[in-house]
């Protein structure tokens, strides 16, 4: 792998930084989120770095189930189980202050072909049996822009091994961004993985076919507007006997 990432200053997790726009976005706490979260297990199921669940009991229908990772408020995970009655969707993100928009948003609209998780997704092949998952969802995940975080990337190899863990044989990644040095790490990784690529949009926004069915993120209204968004989809065709 011999792409590197731009230098950059100020530290990440709490802080999200955009390429090339000088942006650091700081996201606030919001107040009682834990108790707030804690008061509807029907909805969200909260995970600690101490803790295991497995999660296969959340949806018995036999739906195919999508996996979104790094959901943030929730907007993405809670349009597409809307408008897909046919699927199961489970949104994972590892804050708080973030998840607690997207309950919010279920309380407010109920779905009920979504859960929502609140844990870090290192321990996401804890939580689902192997083979279970149709579709894992990538949306604006953090760039981690600094060489020394790279192992935290939701590309990097070590969490491409868990998706091709998860995923059934012909399940498929979907893959968004607007950083084109996370997308080109992505293209790399993706392809070293042995995943099959089936699509790959340079500029998401501005082709009419990839366009139509798109599902506008929070990230993606307020920071895809500034240059191209990028979108990657790859299918896993399991291990070659
Ligand atoms: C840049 S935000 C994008 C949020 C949303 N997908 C969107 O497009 O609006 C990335 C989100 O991924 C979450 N995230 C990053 N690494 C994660 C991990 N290992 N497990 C769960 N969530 C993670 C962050 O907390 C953050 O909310």
């Known amino acids: 792998m011999s792409l590197r990432f731009p230098a950059s200053s100020g530290d990440a997790g709490l802080f999200i930084e955009k390429e090339g726009s000088g942006l650091n976005m700081r996201l606030r706490p919001v107040k009682n989120a834990a108790e707030r979260i804690a008061g509807h297990p029907e909805v969200i199921t909260t995970i600690d770095r101490n803790e295991t669940k497995r999660l296969d009991a959340v949806f018995t229908g036999g739906r195919p189930l999508h996996l979104e990772i790094g959901a943030g408020k929730g907007r993405f995970a809670h349009t597409l189980a809307?408008?897909?009655?046919?699927?199961?969707?489970?949104?994972?993100?590892?804050y708080d202050y973030a998840i607690v928009k997207a309950l919010d948003k279920v309380l407010s609209a109920p779905l009920e072909n979504l859960h929502l998780v609140r844990m870090d997704a290192e321990k996401?092949?804890?939580?689902?049996?192997?083979?279970s998952i149709a579709v894992i969802h990538l949306n604006f995940s953090d760039p981690w822009p600094k060489a020394r975080h790279e192992k935290r990337r939701l590309t990097h190899p070590r969490f491409l091994k868990r998706f091709k863990t998860l995923l059934e044989p012909g399940g498929t990644v979907e893959f968004k961004t607007d950083n084109r040095v996370f997308f080109e790490y992505s293209l790399l990784t993706l392809q070293h993985a042995g995943f099959m690529f089936e699509d790959v949009c340079l500029d998401l926004h501005h082709e009419d076919e990839a366009d139509r069915d798109n599902i506008m993120t929070e990230f993606e209204e307020k920071y895809g507007k500034d240059g191209p968004v990028y979108k990657i989809r790859v299918r896993y065709e399991g291990e070659k006997t």
């Open 82 to 94: 809307s408008r897909r009655p046919d699927i199961d969707c489970i949104a994972v993100e590892k």
């Open 124 to 131: 996401i092949t804890d939580c689902l049996d192997p083979s």
